[in-house]
Nanobody, 120 residues
Framework: VQLQASGGGLVQAGGSLALSCAAS????????MGWYRQGSGETRLLVAVILANGSTNYADSVKGRFAISRDNAKNTVYLQMNSLKPEDTDVYYC???????????????WGQGTLVTVSS
């Protein structure tokens, strides 16, 4: 299974970016999908997660500014980032808790990371 993230880039403070991440390959089911952020030498931190039933959870720092969504038919998760701040600058990673086969273990796969830079 491959998770391919896209959509990062450079934006001015107050601007918006949209990230997407598509899972492909031999795949049976996906449970949670999420976005995390990680700075150099830092711990990877949860930004937002969306469950298979559509329930969502956000880090306090992004509530009201970011919105996570998913398209189950496309095995894709999105992150709409609005009102961006310089402190949002980081590498963003998508994740999927999935089973590759019907009797396989539940595991967490990661995308390759996409850089978001917010200038002041």
């Amino acid at each position: 299974v491959q998770l391919q993230a896209s959509g990062g880039g450079l934006v001015q403070a107050g601007g918006s970016l949209a990230l997407s991440c598509a899972a492909s390959g031999s795949l049976y089911s996906i449970n949670h999908m999420g976005w995390y952020r990680q700075g150099s030498g830092e711990t990877r931190l949860l930004v937002a997660v969306i469950l298979a039933n559509g329930s969502t959870n956000y880090a306090d720092s992004v509530k009201g500014r970011f919105a996570i969504s998913r398209d189950n038919a496309k095995n894709t998760v999105y992150l709409q980032m609005n009102s961006l701040k310089p402190e949002d600058t980081d590498v963003y990673y998508c994740s999927a808790d999935l089973r590759a086969t019907i009797d396989g273990p539940l595991r967490r796969d990661w995308g390759q990371g996409t850089l978001v830079t917010v200038s002041s």
